[in-house]
């Protein structure tokens, strides 16, 4: 069976605003008790879509894909908050 990868399609915040906000978030997130897997600020980034685990050959023609895509910049608003993989991973894997 070929090696999978677990991906997915994002970009960057680079925004260092952006970012300072989001860890002050993940800082309140902290301070309830839940149990997190936090990342660093300069790793945040918005998921576009998820492409599950896919065949380790795949990615450099995912990536080779992506190259061709052109857009023009654009304005993100932020609002709300999510969790990976959803609210009731904990429940499903027995975790709580």
């Known amino acids: 069976m070929p090696e999978s990868i677990r991906s997915f399609l994002a970009f960057d915040l680079e925004n ?4 300072k906000r989001l860890a002050a978030v993940q800082n309140l997130l902290v301070q309830t008790g839940a149990d997190l897997k936090l990342i660093e600020p300069h790793n945040i980034h918005m998921t576009i879509r998820f492409l599950g685990d896919i065949a ?3 990615v450099e023609k995912v990536f080779e894909e992506m190259q061709k895509v052109q857009f023009a910049p654009f304005d993100v608003r932020i609002s709300g908050l999510g ?3 959803d609210l009731r991973y904990q ?3 027995g975790l709580e």
């Open 16 to 19: 260092e605003t952006v970012q």
């Open 56 to 58: 380790s050959h795949m």
């Open 83 to 85: 969790v990976f993989p």
């Open 91 to 93: 429940e499903s894997c």
